[in-house]
């Protein structure tokens, strides 16, 4: 099994996060409400994700990827559901613009 923020697998760009109920509720990417298997995806605000880190701290399930976050270029991160647990975990951010650009389109 994977561990939060470990990177995939011929997929540099991909981070895969566990997303508890209470983040999916406080980003509303709840899991077949928000985020569906037709419509899988959410842009989520970087300033959302540090606003997360300032209330929960190391308790925020974005953390293992918080280096990836901070360092990100955009101003929202692409948050995926992984409904087949490809990656191994519920959900992924892809890391890159270039990763985001592809797989929007």
Do not use: W
Not at 35 to 53: R, S
Not at 86 to 105: P, R, S
């Amino acid at each position: 099994m994977r561990s939060p923020g470990e990177r995939a697998a011929g997929h540099p760009e991909i981070y895969p996060l566990v997303l508890t109920t209470k983040t999916q509720e406080i980003f509303n990417c709840r899991v077949d409400e928000d985020v569906t298997e037709e419509q899988p995806y959410k842009l989520i605000k970087k300033e959302d994700i540090f606003a997360d880190f300032a209330n929960r701290a190391a308790v925020s399930d974005f953390y293992p990827v918080k280096k990836i976050v901070q360092e990100y270029p955009g101003d929202e991160l692409l948050l995926v559901y992984d409904r087949d647990f490809k990656y191994g975990l519920n959900f992924y951010l892809i890391g890159t613009e270039e990763g985001k650009e592809n797989y929007l389109n």
